[in-house]
């Protein structure tokens, strides 16, 4: 190796340990100041490992604890991640989050809780009063700007329960979520326990429209009063089961 190639390498290693070595005070105050959006309290370490008591998003979406490292060496994919493990609602949020080159964003090994009524209220869902405990683990999720997004996982919602004009008692619901060569995310939908019976699927296409179909099939435990409910929302079968269709597409929750 020449030795204008033993400088810059040199060079280069000294920015890169001195940019890791930055206070992550320093970091957070720049981009406090220029992103609004997010504020830190309570921040220690370096970038290269740090932690903040709070991170408050939009001033209403609150990460306590918060324990970050980075992932150096996804910069040779062109990323920028961090291995973080914090709490949301006093619930644990852990996994890797990285931005690509082209501004994707990049989940792996997620895992977190959140009661139902709340998970209903950050989506904006018309769905009624909902209740339980649901757990999101995902091997992989990532969503582009103006693109479907892609997610491989599954999500658990235990004792399941929706109020609409009468209580729906699901037990546990299960989602997986996987993509494939024709939609980039596919989810069935089934569930065990409850009053009804659920099974189901749904995909979303490139472009972004879904399709959702559900078989609500109410058992012996389903009150009178439950079962004309369905029929306010779905359609009844010749077998005594009911139907849910729904299709759209993701540009109208502002998604794409």
Not at 28 to 49: F, P
Not at 53 to 60: A, D, E, L, Q, V
Not at 87 to 114: C, H, K, M, W
Not at 159 to 169: L, P, R
Request: with cysteine.
């Amino acid at each position: 190796m020449k030795p204008k190639h033993y400088v810059i390498t040199g060079v280069i290693t000294y920015i890169f340990f001195l940019i890791t070595a930055l206070p992550a005070t320093t970091v957070t105050n720049l981009l406090g100041e220029s992103v609004q959006e997010i504020k830190l309290q309570g921040v220690n370490g370096t970038i290269w490992n740090g932690s903040a008591r709070r991170i408050t998003i939009s001033s209403k979406y609150i990460i306590n604890n918060a324990n970050w490292s980075f992932c150096s060496w996804r910069l040779l994919t062109a990323e920028a991640c961090i291995e973080l493990d914090a709490s949301y609602q006093n619930r644990p949020l852990q996994g890797q989050f990285g931005i690509g080159i082209t501004g994707s964003f990049v989940a792996r090994d997620l895992y977190t809780e959140i009661d139902a009524q709340s998970l209903g209220n950050l989506a904006g869902l018309p769905l009624g009063e909902l209740d339980g405990l649901i757990s999101i683990q995902l091997e992989s999720a990532n969503w582009t700007y103006q693109q479907t997004p892609t997610a491989v996982g599954n999500i658990h919602w235990k004792n399941a329960t929706v109020t609409i004009a009468e209580e729906a008692k699901l037990g546990d619901v299960e989602i997986t979520l996987v993509e494939s060569d024709d939609f980039p995310l596919m989810a069935t939908i089934n569930n065990k326990g409850g009053h009804i019976n659920i099974n189901g699927e749904s995909h979303v296409s490139g472009d972004g429209s879904y399709n959702i179909e559900l078989k609500l099939s109410p058992n012996n435990s389903a009150s009178k009063n439950l079962r004309s409910s369905l029929g306010l929302f779905a359609e009844q079968q010749s077998d005594g089961t009911f139907v849910v269709k729904n299709t759209g597409n993701l540009k109208q929750f502002g998604i794409l």
